[in-house]
């Protein structure tokens, strides 16, 4: 197979591919592999140093939910606190100056012993460039012989490892809170004294959002759904 003859070999590690180095850089670039099955990825692990894994997984899922998310938790797919795991769909874009395709992929999400553990799988191409089908699977590439499609492999690696790189940067800077709901979480209810991850992990992306005075907002879900906070914790629910 010429493209996975082209594309570096992965190996696998805690059921999730990891590269060489492992470190958050803001112009780090992840590139694509091939599993043993012939299909496209990207894998590998970034660490935390001094966050719990609770932490890297509360701010990676709020993350999910922000910037894959349309409504609520749509775009999520698998969900597994116990295990800290979760799968989402993602759709991206080629970076400023790219081709101006449109991406779609799976990215599954873990973070275990202080590292979170990425997994890009289901690649899928919607370029004019790709004249097999309107949108083809990465696998019908052939890189090795085609300019224009080792292009297209390029400029999806620029538009996941920038979307990567934000991921990391905000769940080394965010500070999601303690999970002290996880029993709700788990159950989808949203329950008082749940902070702003919690609700979102729970809830997912509101429809709007409003701003109070002294601390107070409100999440509106719904026409009769709506979630009011005080200093970032749940005071009422109303569904």
Known sequence: MQLKQWLLTICVVA??????TAQILADTAYPVSVDENGKCVVGGFVPFDGKSDDEI????????????????????EEKDLGTRQF???????????????TYYCDIT??????????????????????????????ERLNPEKKTSHRETVDDFVQAESLALNQLFEFVRSNRP?????????????VTEGMTEAECLMTAGKPQSVSEGNNGAMEWKYG????????????????K
Request: with cysteine; net charge positive; proline share 4%.
């Open 15 to 20: 059921g999730l591919s990891t590269p060489a």
């Open 57 to 76: 997984y509360a701010s990676a899922f709020v993350w999910a939910v922000n910037n894959a998310c349309t409504s609520r938790l749509d775009a999520i």
């Open 87 to 101: 799968r989402f769909k993602v759709t991206l874009a080629s970076p400023e100056g790219g081709k101006k395709n």
């Open 109 to 138: 999400l873990r973070a275990n012993e202080g590292k979170l553990f990425y997994y890009i799988s289901d690649i899928l191409i919607e370029s004019t460039v790709v004249v097999m089908k309107k949108v083809a699977p990465m």
């Open 177 to 189: 809170g303690p999970l002290a709901h996880k029993e709700s979480i788990v159950k989808g209810e």
């Open 223 to 238: 026409l009769w759904y709506y979630i009011n906070f005080k200093n970032g914790r749940v005071t009422r629910v109303v």
